[in-house]
């Protein structure tokens, strides 16, 4: 059975930090592609970044660059989402997402989601 289970979030103020953990089981995960979504009250859930699965390419929304990264370590199943410079924007609910695919556009597996808040 394929889990995926996002840690790290939590509330922090504007301008803050915070790291987002996605640890996998029951997949290898080196073949997998990883995303990052997020899904603010009354919006859509929409991709934030992706990294392919040897960490080759990686994508980022517009509205993050240059402020968050995203990584992954295949020996320890996990994937990371480093957020800096965080604004009251950033606040949603992120889920990390697995797939086969680079350019998916329906990922085959989703964790359960943790929350981020940013306090202005």
């Known amino acids: 059975q394929v889990q995926l289970v996002e840690s790290g979030g939590g509330l922090v103020q504007a301008g803050g930090s915070l790291r987002l953990s996605c640890a996998a089981s029951g997949l290898t995960f080196s073949n997998y592609n990883m995303g990052w979504f997020r899904q603010a009250p009354g919006k859509e859930r929409d991709i934030v970044a992706r990294?392919?699965?040897?960490?080759?390419?990686?994508y980022y929304t517009d509205s993050v660059k240059g402020r968050f990264t995203i990584s992954r370590d295949n020996a320890k199943n996990t994937t990371y989402l480093q957020m800096n410079s965080l604004k009251p924007e950033d606040t949603a609910v992120y889920y990390c997402a697995a797939d086969r695919s680079y350019y998916s556009a329906s990922y085959d597996y989703w964790g359960q989601g943790t929350q981020v808040t940013v306090s202005s």
């Open positions: 990294i392919s699965s040897l960490a080759r390419r990686t």
